[in-house]
């Protein structure tokens, strides 16, 4: 081999130290440049970002599972990025719209837990209203879910007064309290065809007590007069059985003597 090209082969291998020697001191790797690009697709923006987008996605077919996906890995990979509370709503949010309420009530919940002083602790409480509201029963079924989202509005009204969120709970409230009240006539209703008048008589009075104002209080009012004339009409048959039955055994009582 020439003398010329040793040279050259010499300077190329000088050339290529130095370049590894700069990557080394820069703290740079070849590792680095060409994952540059996937380093910033899987920035904590673009993530939430790409979420958003697939939420708002106007499908039928669309189950928001990809959407609540990255979502998820804002939260699990970037948990101390400002967008990783939001990302937390966005989870709840898509379990909410996929009718998936136990799941998205729970989401909501957490979410109050781990930030209560957040500013959208009024929305996550709404929502949680609103999870319960969406699963009630008509008034011949289970009132748990309506006993419930009337405790999550009653809690946002309490605690956000001035959040406009509160006003249209006010509303959603009135409903909740109504659906309990009609139920509760409708309970108090078959006891009074059963012709068990005490029974029925609590149930109305806790109309009275609890529900006035609701549109009920005047056939409430009817009833529970109703109710307390049958009462009366059944105590006064019961006391004439009584003196009956009184005087049958004291006849009885006088004829063994004789």
């Known amino acids: 081999m020439s003398l010329k ?3 050259e082969i010499s300077k ?3 050339i290529s130290m130095a370049l590894l020697l700069l990557f080394c001191f820069s703290g740079c790797s070849l590792l680095d440049i ?3 690009k996937e380093t910033i697709k899987n920035s904590p ?3 939430y970002s790409r979420g958003v987008a697939e939420f708002q996605k106007n ?3 669309n189950d928001y599972k990809k959407a609540r996906e990255y979502f998820t890995r804002v939260k699990e ?3 101390l990025h400002n967008l990783a509370i939001l990302a937390e709503i966005g989870i709840a949010d898509s379990y909410y719209i996929n009718k998936e309420y136990m799941e998205a009530e729970s989401a909501y919940n957490d979410f109050i837990s781990l930030h209560p002083t957040n500013e959208n602790v009024p929305y996550a409480l709404y929502q949680m209203g609103m999870c319960n509201y969406n699963q009630m029963e008509s008034i011949d079924r289970d009132q748990t879910a309506t006993i419930k989202a009337r405790k999550d509005f009653e809690r946002l009204i309490a605690r956000y007064p001035e959040s406009k969120l509160s006003t249209v709970a006010e509303k959603l409230l009135r409903e909740c309290k109504q659906h309990l009240a009609e139920q509760e006539f409708y309970v108090g209703n078959f006891y009074f065809k ?7 008589l609590a149930r109305f009075e806790t109309i009275s007590r609890d529900y006035a104002n609701l549109g009920l209080d005047y056939k409430v009012e009817y009833f529970i007069n109703e109710t307390k004339a049958e009462i009366a009409e059944e105590e006064k048959l019961k006391k004439a059985e009584e003196e009956k039955l009184k005087k049958a055994q004291q006849e009885k009582s ?3 003597k004789k």
């Open 34 to 36: 060409f994952s540059k």
């Open 5 to 7: 090209i040793l040279r």
């Open 254 to 256: 006088k004829t063994a």
């Open 45 to 47: 923006e673009s993530l």
């Open 194 to 200: 059963q012709k068990k008048y005490q029974a029925a």
């Open 59 to 61: 499908s039928f077919l």
């Open 77 to 79: 990979e970037f948990p």
């Open 12 to 14: 190329l291998k000088t």
